[in-house]
């Protein structure tokens, strides 16, 4: 007997696909490379909760739960699977009725054996297009500071080099700095001790 390896899933079964070790029927299939990096770059996804009300208005609880983990699920893995069984596992709703499943299903666009709501996808489009912008002007606002440090670095190099050479040339003898004056309070003569 081998154990499922999907992480959540607690059943013996030597059934189901093969993705470095047996994986039950019922357990959601592993994300492909490509869906796995997407994944990993935004952690997080947009919850626009005018649009979500809007989106939700006609569903239970139960359906709005289903709903939320299958948007979540599809954030994490780049899609949700379009097994009726897979997504009420993903959900915590097995079995899931079909008035439920009908209610959340529409949500969604099938591509063969899963499915995307294009609505978040579009988000993921959002993030991304504002991901490499920020990369792209991090990038040229680093390429101008090392432009303006290798600019002065060149200026104060000219500037010590003329300054050797005017101090070189220098017969005048300068005076110390003389302190500053003390602001306020008595004033000591000169054989008076501070303190």
């Given at each position: 007997?081998?154990?499922c390896?999907?992480?959540?899933?607690?059943?013996?079964?030597?059934?189901?696909?093969?993705?470095?070790?047996?994986?039950?029927?019922?357990?959601?299939?592993?994300?492909?490379?490509?869906?796995?990096?997407?994944?990993t770059n935004?952690?997080?996804?947009?919850?626009?909760?005018?649009?979500?009300?809007?989106?939700?208005?006609?569903?239970?609880?139960?359906?709005?739960?289903?709903?939320?983990?299958l948007?979540?699920?599809?954030w994490?893995?780049?899609?949700?699977?379009?097994?009726?069984?897979?997504?009420?596992?993903i959900?915590?709703?097995?079995?899931?009725?079909d008035?439920d499943?009908?209610?959340?299903?529409?949500?969604?666009?099938?591509?063969?054996?899963?499915?995307?709501n294009?609505?978040?996808?579009e988000?993921?489009?959002?993030?991304?297009?504002?991901?490499?912008?920020?990369?792209?002007?991090?990038?040229?606002?680093?390429?101008?500071?090392?432009?303006?440090?290798?600019?002065?670095?060149?200026m104060q190099?000219?500037?010590?080099?003329?300054?050797?050479?005017?101090?070189?040339?220098?017969?005048?003898?300068?005076?110390?700095?003389?302190p500053?004056?003390?602001?306020?309070?008595?004033?000591?003569?000169?054989d008076?001790?501070?303190?």
């Amino acid at each position: 007997m081998v154990y499922c390896r999907q992480s959540g899933c607690n059943c013996s079964t030597i059934q189901g696909r093969r993705w470095g070790g047996s994986v039950c029927s019922r357990s959601p299939p592993h994300p492909g490379r490509f869906e796995a990096l997407m994944a990993t770059n935004y952690p997080w996804f947009p919850f626009y909760a005018a649009d979500w009300t809007l989106s939700v208005v006609g569903m239970n609880a139960t359906q709005r739960g289903i709903y939320i983990s299958l948007l979540a699920y599809q954030w994490a893995n780049g899609y949700a699977p379009a097994m009726r069984e897979q997504c009420a596992r993903i959900a915590g709703a097995h079995p899931m009725q079909d008035e439920d499943w009908d209610a959340v299903r529409v949500k969604f666009a099938v591509e063969g054996d899963r499915m995307r709501n294009l609505r978040l996808e579009e988000c993921r489009g959002v993030c991304k297009s504002r991901s490499d912008n920020a990369k792209r002007a991090a990038a040229a606002s680093w390429e101008k500071r090392a432009h303006s440090d290798r600019n002065a670095t060149a200026m104060q190099s000219q500037s010590d080099g003329n300054a050797s050479q005017s101090h070189s040339h220098s017969h005048i003898s300068q005076s110390p700095p003389t302190p500053p004056s003390r602001k306020g309070g008595r004033r000591r003569g000169a054989d008076s001790l501070p303190f």
